[in-house]
């Protein structure tokens, strides 16, 4: 007796005809003793001897022959299969089918490697699954749906077989991706509320236009036409009307398939007002107070974006007293007769939940302690969204990371616990460089620096850098603890020694030497403020060079060529940035006082002010403004501040467009007072400027790429002194300075790498200006 089959479809055949065969033959039943296996090479007995309907001792006949057949076939692991009668034992000899050891991809570049696997996943084609021949045909036929939906329709896909020892196969597949199929027309029909063209300017697809080879929004892909019906839908929705549909759309090409013409057909219906706003379901808060919170109000023209915000703002008020998982929803009741909407809030609270556990995921640098010291919302404590929101702002803050997720979820057996997954992308926090090389301006520079916010992953900040050139040698280290209590009160260390030669700078013909060091302690008020202190010690040897400036010289004669300070500082910060590198939103101000203390060579303080403020210009456009004011003067005697510590303004950080520490103030040289006269800083800063944060062209991921428009207003000044000519060096707003230009900075592995271009506005000849400024460690 034989049941053989080579393939699913002449089982059939095979099997009518092994009826016929056994009939004549093998009609009597007999026990079988034993099964043999033949032709295994990939699978194991035990797991073929498990798809048999029957074992050894079971009475077989020839009408069971084709059970063994099915299920064998059924497993979907063979190509051939007989069943054969030695005696009494029942012989099965398969041919099994090769499985896949490996799928290679080549020529994809617009869908990655994942994407592409993950297709071909979900029609049976992955590592390690059994291989069907016909399976190469549907390989191309996935494989160019996926590049269809992309809009490539011209994508060719050569997928071939390699037989392999083992009975294995390795699959080799060759894409030709061809260009994108570009939209040559967009048509909207059924509109008459609103134009056509203010409806395409909602759309992310455009037909093409001069700017298409930079934006590429001109290329057809189904994902972002869906995108595009749901943003005209939403349109629709947000100004009433309601009973708004899209009827079809239809994508033609042309006959090369190279072109697409998009018709959208739409009904727009009839605008609806809101006629009454209820509340209803289970209210755990008082029902005025969450009347408040609801931005829809009756005789409004219906708006979904309103309504989805007010439910917004409801949920994250319940959130408060524990609600965390609290559902929403509002509801248009229509009455067409008076094209108005009832407007319902359905709200159902679930029960209260505590939070049973934190987890912590994507931190592979930073320890869990570093990110759980942030976190507001504590374990085994009720659940609070605004607690919840507050530990992604602080995690943010900290600079560490690109992106922060916490996202919570019910814990399994419970009805009123949830655990919180926090999960982080790290990202740069510092930066470590070493150079060797030569500048115009300070000669030959060797450098050796590191700095990191988030030392070995335990949040602490360390800094070392020795630096050696023609004009300057340095060598500092400096250490904070974010946390040296358990309170969040911080302690830090700073030691310096610096050699100074400014003969090569554009600044007054002096040497200094200096070193010290200060400590340094912060203490948090709440949330957003903290105020910090220091005290320090400085000693400054000057060394005048052979033609120094008359404020150098006079300073030298006055106060002697060494200099012993005690400094102490204390400042107020108040912090609502949304992100510590690259914020979005909110604003961050410090005032700060820099004093000589008593006992020092000279008595003098530094008044400092500096705010920043983020705020939404569109949903991708960001507006910045800033202010920078500063001033110092003595307080003992004929004291002031030294001119060392002067403000210095140009270059990041002030004025971009000016040379580093050029502008503001200049001195004659001693005994040459029509010489040109040098830059030596001064007793007020006063700059201030607006910048326009724009996404940066063919980047999608703008957390590490910064891209922006300036303008610049400033200078420095002095109350002091006066020029060699007799000139007041005081405040005036004529004597500021501006400048516009493009900045970009860039997150890189060893820090911020910024750049920008600046066209300085009312410069004159004795100003140092510079259009390109770039810098390493210091972003936007």
């Known amino acids: 007796m034989i049941i053989r089959n080579a393939s699913r479809w002449s089982l059939f055949v095979a099997l009518p005809l092994a009826l016929a065969v056994s009939a004549s033959a093998h009609a009597e039943t007999f026990v079988v003793k034993d099964i043999r296996l033949e032709g295994l090479a990939r699978l194991s007995a035990a797991s073929v001897y498990a798809l048999l309907p029957l074992s050894a001792g079971d009475a077989f006949d020839s009408e069971r022959s084709p059970d063994v057949v099915k299920a064998l076939f059924a497993s979907g692991q063979f190509e051939d299969v007989q069943v054969l009668r030695d005696g009494d034992a029942m012989i099965v000899r398969v041919v099994e089918r090769p499985s896949i050891s490996s799928i290679e991809l080549s020529g994809n570049q617009s869908i990655v490697k994942d994407d592409l696997l993950k297709g ?264 609070s969204g605004e607690k919840i929101d507050l530990s992604k702002l602080r995690l943010q803050r900290l600079g560490y990371f690109s992106d922060v997720k916490i996202e919570n979820a019910r814990v399994p057996g419970t009805t009123d616990q949830v655990d919180l997954n926090v999960s982080v992308t790290e990202q740069p926090s510092g930066s470590i460089s070493a150079s060797l090389g030569f500048s115009q301006n300070a000669g030959l520079v060797f450098g050796a620096n590191v700095s990191q916010s988030n030392f070995l992953g335990t949040g602490n900040k360390v800094s070392i850098g020795l630096n050696r050139s023609d004009i300057r040698d340095s060598y500092n280290f400096s250490f904070v603890d974010p946390y040296w209590t358990p309170e969040g009160i911080s302690r830090g260390y700073n030691l310096y020694l610096r050699q100074t030669k400014f003969d090569n700078l554009n600044i007054s013909n002096y040497a200094t030497d200096s070193f010290g060091g200060n400590i340094s302690f912060s203490y948090p008020i709440d949330e957003t403020e903290t105020i910090s202190f220091a005290l320090g010690y400085d000693q400054t040897d000057i060394e005048l060079g052979s033609n120094p400036s008359v404020v150098v010289d006079d300073f030298v004669r006055q106060n002697g060529d060494s200099i012993t300070t005690y400094t102490g500082n204390a400042s107020w910060q108040r912090n609502t940035l949304n992100r510590g590198i690259f914020p979005t939103a909110g604003a961050l101000q410090t005032v700060g006082l820099e004093m000589g203390l008593p006992g020092s060579d000279v008595g003098f303080y530094k008044l400092t002010y500096n705010a920043q403020r983020y705020f939404p210009v569109t949903q991708r456009w960001i507006g910045r403004g800033y202010a920078r004011l500063g001033y110092g003067d003595g307080y003992s005697g004929g004291d002031s501040v030294p001119f060392y510590r002067n403000f210095f303004g140009g270059g990041f950080g002030s004025v971009r467009g000016f040379r580093d520490n050029s502008m503001g103030p200049r001195s004659g040289i001693v005994g040459s007072p029509l010489s040109d006269p040098e830059p030596i800083g001064g007793n007020v800063q006063v700059e201030a400027g607006a910048e326009l944060i724009f996404p940066t062209p063919f980047i999608e991921d703008n957390n590490k790429v910064r891209t922006l428009a300036f303008f610049d207003a400033g200078n420095i000044f002095d109350t002091r002194i006066k020029g060699p000519n007799g000139e007041s060096f005081k405040p005036d707003a004529g004597e500021l300075r501006y400048s516009v230009g493009l900045g970009l900075s860039w997150i890189t592995p060893i820090g911020p790498l910024t750049f920008a271009v600046a066209q300085p506005l009312n410069d004159t000849e004795d100003d140092d200006t510079q259009v390109f400024q770039f810098s390493l460690g210091q972003g936007f």
Do not use: C, W
Not at 234 to 247: E, H, N, P
Not at 268 to 288: M, T
């Open 120 to 383: 071909l996943q979900s029609i049976g084609l992955s590592e390690g699954e059994v291989f069907k021949r016909s399976a190469l045909d549907q390989v191309k036929l996935e494989l160019q749906r996926q590049y269809a939906a992309q809009g490539r329709y011209g994508a060719k896909v050569t997928a071939v077989s390699k037989p392999l020892p083992r009975n294995r196969v390795a699959l080799s597949i060759t894409i030709e991706e061809g260009e994108s199929a570009r939209i040559k027309r967009i048509s909207i029909n059924g509109n008459k509320v609103f134009s056509d063209s203010k409806l395409l300017k909602q759309l992310q697809l455009k037909s093409r236009h001069l700017l298409s080879f930079i934006y590429g929004d001109d290329k057809y892909a189904r994902e972002k036409l869906n995108a595009d019906l749901e943003t005209l839908r939403s349109y629709y929705l947000d100004r009433g009307y309601l009973k708004f549909t899209i009827d079809s759309t239809q994508v033609s090409l042309s006959p090369e398939k190279d072109q697409v013409y998009l018709d959208i057909n739409v009904s727009e219906g009839e605008q609806y007002k809101i006629s009454e706003v209820r509340l209803a379901g289970d209210l755990p808060v008082p029902e005025e107070e969450l009347r408040k919170l609801l931005l829809a109000q009756p005789d409004q023209v219906y708006s979904q974006k309103v309504v989805t915000l007010s439910s917004d703002i409801i949920s994250r008020r319940l959130s408060r007293d524990g609600y965390l998982l609290a559902d929403i929803q509002g509801v248009p009741e229509l009455d067409d007769a008076t094209k108005t909407a009832k407007l319902v809030f359905y709200i159902n609270p679930n029960r209260v939940m505590t939070v049973r556990r934190v987890n912590f995921k994507g931190n592979l640098k930073t320890d869990d302690t570093v990110l759980r010291r942030e976190m507001r919302q504590y374990e085994g404590a009720q659940a």
